[in-house]
């Protein structure tokens, strides 16, 4: 099922292009300095450097945590693949989103390997009530969970699951 690896590719050069954008685009936010487009009462895009994980955590923790961070997400995309390889084609739904999820960590991974940080944009809030900032490589692995979960959920189970039981 390594074919799927164009969904991977295409997730990964969306990313970076939106990254590289908006990083043209709009200055760092800061505080007392905070550029950002706005493009509904509840959405808008604003520059931020996370140099943590997911919702910033360790985002403070000084500088160690960069390759920490960078190791985990090769060894999460190398278990990506070899899992992407060792499926069956009626696994299509779990080569979909394997994919998806292994573009968005090959996303973010390239953002801290090459810069320390990884680039969020997307800012969706309501009123002083923020969620953290997230990018497109974000949203794919959040996607491809979510088709992981279902799969998990409305798929036949397989040949060698049902010999099992």
């Given at each position: 099922?390594?074919?799927?690896?164009?969904?991977?590719?295409?997730?990964?050069?969306?990313?970076?292009?939106?990254?590289?954008?908006?990083?043209?685009?709009?200055a760092?936010?800061?505080?007392?300095?905070?550029?950002?487009?706005?493009?509904?009462?509840?959405?808008?895009?604003?520059?931020?450097?996370?140099?943590?994980?997911?919702?910033?955590?360790?985002?403070?923790?000084?500088?160690?945590?960069?390759?920490?961070?960078?190791?985990?997400?090769?060894?999460?995309?190398?278990?990506?693949?070899?899992?992407?390889?060792?499926?069956?084609?009626?696994?299509?739904?779990?080569?979909?989103?394997?994919?998806?999820?292994?573009?968005?960590?090959?996303?973010n991974?390239?953002?801290?390997?090459?810069?320390?940080?990884?680039?969020?944009?997307?800012?969706?809030?309501?009123?002083?009530?923020y969620?953290?900032?997230?990018?497109?490589?974000?949203?794919?692995?959040?996607?491809?969970?979510?088709?992981?979960?279902?799969?998990?959920?409305?798929?036949?189970?397989?040949?060698?699951?049902?010999?099992?039981?």
């Amino acid at each position: 099922m390594l074919h799927w690896l164009w969904l991977s590719t295409l997730i990964v050069f969306l990313d970076q292009v939106t990254k590289y954008r908006i990083s043209e685009i709009l200055a760092v936010c800061e505080p007392g300095n905070c550029a950002s487009i706005v493009l509904l009462p509840v959405f808008e895009f604003t520059r931020l450097h996370n140099t943590g994980a997911a919702f910033s955590f360790l985002d403070d923790a000084g500088g160690w945590q960069r390759w920490m961070f960078a190791a985990i997400s090769t060894g999460v995309s190398t278990v990506l693949i070899v899992w992407l390889y060792r499926l069956t084609v009626q696994e299509r739904w779990l080569a979909i989103a394997l994919s998806v999820v292994l573009g968005g960590a090959i996303g973010n991974l390239i953002d801290r390997v090459t810069l320390g940080y990884v680039v969020d944009f997307i800012l969706v809030h309501y009123g002083n009530y923020y969620f953290p900032a997230f990018n497109l490589a974000d949203s794919a692995i959040t996607i491809g969970a979510g088709i992981m979960i279902l799969d998990m959920l409305f798929s036949k189970p397989s040949q060698a699951t049902e010999n099992i039981q």
